[in-house]
């Protein structure tokens, strides 16, 4: 795989990940859209193969933090508290005890 389309995947993995993790929220939404496109852009004229080595790594990394961290919480007036929607991939020791 070239250099190009393995960055072209990884930003469309990125993308789609943004997509799954703060589904519902525009403003999470349109603010990680906005990062994901200024890094990818910041470094666009890298060519050295050591230093894309160490993006895409990067990348990835980025990728599955976000996938295994991040939760959304959402404020219910009635109630008067936070209901947070944890997804099955996201790491939490209760979580992990069940799938052993």
């Not at 795989?1 to 939404?29: E, P, Q």
């Not at 496109?37 to 990394?61: A, C, Q, S, V, Y």
């Amino acid at each position: 795989m070239s250099a190009k389309s393995k960055s072209i995947a990884l930003f469309r993995k990125l993308h789609r990940t943004r997509l799954v993790v703060f589904k519902g929220d525009a403003s999470a939404l349109a603010q990680t859209r906005e990062k994901v496109k200024e890094e990818f852009r910041k470094n666009k004229h890298i060519t050295d193969p050591e230093k894309l080595k160490e993006l895409w790594k990067f990348g990835e990394e980025v990728d599955l933090l976000l996938r295994k961290t991040v939760i959304q919480c959402e404020y219910d007036e009635e109630k008067q508290r936070y209901r947070a929607t944890v997804r099955d991939e996201v790491f939490c020791p209760e979580n992990n005890e069940k799938n052993q």
